[in-house]
């Protein structure tokens, strides 16, 4: 047997094909479209003390090979999150990762305490990329002491691992992944959007409501590489890529660089089934070659 | 409106591209064979199609359910080429195969005592009713169509739909063909002659149509439900991408419903529509 | 007449199509497939103190909507470039703008006062984004104090028109873009590529033989719309928009955020009568609106 | 080597396609009609075709001139289909157009006094060689074409190549067809057979036939030229992309020359050939 199983922290996933936060619900919506059981983890849409509407429309616009989105956060909060998601997303064998962010550091600790005894949760993901910066909230993704302060307050409420998830939108993504893993998470996973924008020439408006919007899909994918490779040269936990990943030789790529899981996003929207295909994909593949996942983790051959 | 539970599920198919035929200026009807997809559609609900071989072109395209033929296991979307994605799909050849995602979103819904359905459409707005007419064939009610277009070549299909209704009043912004005018002048002129008919309204077309059709459905007290497009990224409620501002939320942080899951009909009274 | 003509510092510009630098060669190599009258300007190749070999190869990979790049600034160095590039750029009829790099910031320096006095030079174009900063020279491109420091020792050799070229692979391209219009600078150039990675899952090796090199092209657009919108609102100079520039309506959204200019990259290597092609389509357009390019400089609608 | 000032200019033209015919598994035969480009094109030139249709493919993909018809002024390129960019191409219809920007690079020369002129073409490497022995048709001197493939079903137009040159030596990896074995084995056989002939070496294949080429001149001093196909984003010299290592650079800063505009032919000794 060929050995595709990975751990963070003190759990095991099945495989390490995860799918994204904010691109796959709570997993209710792909109930027939896709088999659950081939998703090495669901990362669920991120939650937030209070519940929240998000942004106005327009929310999303297709640029090439990607798309912006503004969604907004928009979920029921904790508690109804709780009442209402945790029962559908308990029923899967995948794992389940709660993805959480806040307004402030406070924010982040309540959510998690909330959350820590819940019965079927497996990790949290905590999103560092605060859409709240505009309004007084503090930018815990492109400040390192923050990011550090902010995960070592999680991490005295739960024992369950921690992923931070990073934004690509700093000058060095390696100084905030150090600082993290200083801070105690088990591990890192990058990158979120990048800030991007499009015009409606002929009404001369944005294409967002909110001018600005996070860009996704095939069209980011180099960019995702470079910082995840940066990231895994950079820290000794591990780091799950996301960013442009659409089939196995996608995943590869960032296998190769030294991720040890990777997240689907976009591509669910287009291919609902994706991260099971791509489950399936990597098993054969490792079958064929005779080789376990950790032997193409990392294995990028770079001269000199 | 909450989803049907009697509605099969929403599935991947490849379906068989089995005729595409220019029914109107650049406006094309798009039959695939797919009877997992036909065996589940109601009128109202539409298909998110991948676009054939372009990489650039990241999101299917949604189009709604405009025909079903139960024998043959076929459907058909009617669709106007616009941009890039309906450009591609022009292409598509006999044989070809194209990814579906559907069917989707709710359907159309007509109360109890209904005796005058009126439908306005404005141009491909006109494409879910053929299905709806198809479906309700039987129904004994008066149908009445307002459809308005820029100019008489761009009506579509007008004898498959002249059978399918009681009256077919038609508009175009040229006079070209029927009224010189919008379907709303048209419309009202109708609404103003008094009737002791259940009077029903349903719509799909551009926003401001949309817009001037909940006017006059306010102005006259009379319900109805309209179809909404929204841009989409998935079509299923997976992205959040396509929220439509509710009129009276049910809780301050629920404002919006989503187009392709809540929708695309909603009622007329229920929705902001706004560009 | 509908006017298209733009100033920057002291030097008209006929229209506001450029080329931009490293994508043009020295101009040279387009004789015959473009109508030069009709660029704004041609930004040469960047030109540096001592002549470059150059990256070895592979130098460039094609991804999604975009390329990455990994040149290495190959050129003859400064010396030459006067001698045996100059004479051929003399004889167009666009602006020329000298694309000038370094290793240290006397390099920048020593490299413009060469060619301060040289004939048929309009203004300088500075590149930040310093291709050695591994090999021990600064960061030119992510340090506001250095960007500062630099452009103001560049300032004193030269009356013409400097424009600095800014990186946007930092937190806050603004805070650059402050620092260098206090150094002295007359504009801003935005954005130079970001930097990506692809890897060749075959031979498990990356796709440029430096590992990661620079994205460019249409994929970028987006990041590149959200740089120039965010500079735009920031500094009080003139801001040139590069990125994903393909043809006239991606000219426009660049145009409505706030940029004076644009220039065409990536692009003229797939059609390199692209930049004579948008200005034409330029003047149709203002024609047919009844337009001066100034009323579509920063003509974005913002609610609220 | 230099380019030719004789060669008129490179320019972009859109072409009418007016055939395309399967040759041989996955390798099609794309004939276009484009005049300007057949009057300037010299063998051993190149031309750099859109990918029609499909946005996400950003780069024009680089052929050789197989062939050029002077009275009908068409020009064709032979290809493999082996990714995105041959996908696309092999679906033009008759009819379409594909722009083209060329002809670019630089020509295959024979110095005077060759007497026998030996082809070494792996796999689509035989592309350009058709033009240049259709142009060097009337010259007296010996033609011998080393021509190998992985199997049998993998060989273009072997009648054509045969008539126009003094012998060809066919290899297939599988042994499927003439000598089982690369066409280096063969090649190096004939070396072997001392002659009188003033010997002149054409390659252009795989990567590792062309070293192995390049050591087998050097072995029996023979002098020859090889035509490399490196990865191109412009194919005209303006983005630096395509450098080629040079053996003995003119210049300690200019160890490269760039294969599409100082090539793609170069002086077997003039080049570092690797991976
Ligand atoms: C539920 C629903 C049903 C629809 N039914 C039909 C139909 O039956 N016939 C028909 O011709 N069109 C229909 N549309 C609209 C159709 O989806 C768009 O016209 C089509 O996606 C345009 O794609 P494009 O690439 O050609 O154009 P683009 O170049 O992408 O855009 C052209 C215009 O189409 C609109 N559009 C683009 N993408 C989407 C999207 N994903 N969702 C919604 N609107 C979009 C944009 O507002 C834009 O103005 C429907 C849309 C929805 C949401
Ligand atoms: C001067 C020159 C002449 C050529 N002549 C021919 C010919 O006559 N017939 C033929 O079939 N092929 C020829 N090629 C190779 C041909 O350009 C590539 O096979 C083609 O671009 C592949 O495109 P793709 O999208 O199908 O493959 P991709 O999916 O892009 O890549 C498949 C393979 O093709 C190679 N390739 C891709 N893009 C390029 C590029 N821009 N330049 C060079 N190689 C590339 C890559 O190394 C890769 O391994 C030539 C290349 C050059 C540089
Ligand atoms: C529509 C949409 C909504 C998203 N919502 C969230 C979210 O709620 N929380 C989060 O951490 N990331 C969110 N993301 C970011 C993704 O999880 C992912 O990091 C990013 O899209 C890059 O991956 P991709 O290119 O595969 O989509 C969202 C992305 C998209 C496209
Ligand atoms: C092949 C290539 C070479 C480049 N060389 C340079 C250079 O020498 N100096 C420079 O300032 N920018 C250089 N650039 C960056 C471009 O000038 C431009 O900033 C960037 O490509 C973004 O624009 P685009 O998307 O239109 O290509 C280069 C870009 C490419 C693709
Ligand atoms: S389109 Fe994705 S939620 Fe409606
Ligand atoms: S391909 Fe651009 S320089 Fe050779």
Not at chain 1, 56 to 77: D, H, Q, W
Not at chain 1, 189 to 218: E, F, H
Not at chain 1, 258 to 282: H, K, S, W
Not at chain 2, 169 to 192: F, P, Y
Request: with cysteine; charged share 20%; glycine share 8%.
């Amino acid at each position: 047997m060929n050995e595709i199983a990975i751990r963070i922290g003190s759990v095991e996933f099945a495989n390490p094909i995860m799918v994204a936060s904010g691109t796959f619900g709570y997993a209710e919506e792909f109930d027939g479209l896709v088999d659950f059981r081939e998703i090495g983890a669901v990362v669920t849409k991120t939650v937030t003390l209070e519940p929240r509407p998000g942004n106005a429309p327009p929310r999303i616009y297709e640029t090439a090979a990607g798309m912006l989105n503004s969604i907004g956060l928009p979920n029921v909060g904790v508690k109804d999150f709780i009442d209402q998601k945790m029962p559908f997303l308990r029923t899967l064998q995948s794992r389940i990762v709660v993805n959480v962010a806040g307004v402030t550091a406070k924010d982040y600790v309540a959510v998690v305490a909330c959350l820590d005894s819940v019965p079927g949760i497996d990790a949290f993901e905590l999103n560092y990329s605060c859409p709240n910066v505009k309004q007084g909230g503090m930018s815990f993704s492109s400040n390192a002491q923050i990011a550090e302060a902010v995960t070592a307050s999680v991490r005295k409420e739960t024992k369950k691992p921690l992923i931070a998830k990073l934004t690509p939108n700093v000058t060095s993504i390696s100084d905030i992944g150090r600082a993290v893993e200083q801070g105690g998470a088990d591990a890192l996973s990058a990158i979120n959007t990048l800030v991007g924008m499009a015009v409606d020439v002929r009404t001369r408006k944005p294409r967002l409501s909110t001018i600005t919007g996070g860009l996704s899909g095939p069209a980011i994918k180099p960019i995702a590489l470079a910082k995840v490779y940066e990231l895994c040269k950079s820290v000794s936990i591990p780091v799950v890529a996301i960013g442009g990943i659409m089939n196995l030789h996608d995943a590869l790529e960032f296998f190769m660089v030294g991720a040890i899981a990777v997240q689907v996003g976009t591509a669910n929207f287009m291919n609902p089934g994706c991260a099971a295909e791509i489950t399936r994909d990597l098993r054969c593949y490792c079958q064929q070659q005779d080789l376990n996942l950790s032997d193409l983790i990392g294995s990028l051959e770079v001269d000199g | 409106m909450s989803p049907d539970p009697s509605i099969p599920c929403k599935h991947t198919v490849d379906c068989r591209v089995e005729s595409i035929a220019c029914v109107a200026v650049e406006t094309f009807l798009l039959t695939l064979r797919a009877p997992s997809i036909v065996k589940a559609a109601r009128p109202g609900q539409f298909v998110n199609l991948s676009v054939p071989r372009c990489g650039e072109i990241l999101w299917r395209r949604p189009f709604s359910i405009h025909q079903v033929d139960n024998e043959s296991g076929t459907f058909s979307v009617l669709f106007n080429v616009v941009g890039r994605g309906s450009q591609a799909l022009n292409r598509v050849q006999l044989g070809d195969s194209l990814n579906c995602l559907g069917p989707l979103g709710n359907r159309f819904q007509i109360p109890p005592g209904t005796d005058e359905l009126i439908i306005v459409a404005g141009g491909l707005g006109i494409a879910p009713f053929y299905f709806l007419l198809q479906d309700w064939a039987q129904e004994p009610f008066q149908k009445i169509i307002f459809y308005g277009v820029a100019s008489n070549d761009r009506f579509c299909r007008l004898d498959d739909f002249s059978r399918l209704c009681s009256s077919l009043h038609l508009t175009t912004d040229d006079g070209s063909q029927g009224e010189k005018g919008t379907v709303i002048d048209s419309l009202r002129r109708h609404l103003c002659i008094k009737s002791e008919r259940n009077r029903f309204l349903l719509t799909c077309g551009p926003t401001s149509m949309l817009r001037a059709v909940q006017r006059l459905g306010a102005e006259f007290q009379l319900s109805g439900a309209v179809s909404v497009e929204n841009r989409m990224a998935c079509g299923f409620g997976a992205c959040m991408g396509c929220p439509v501002k509710l009129k009276n939320p049910g809780a301050p942080h629920k404002p919006y419903a989503l187009a392709c899951k809540d929708g695309p009909v909603f009622s007329l009274t229920e929705i902001v529509i706004d560009e």
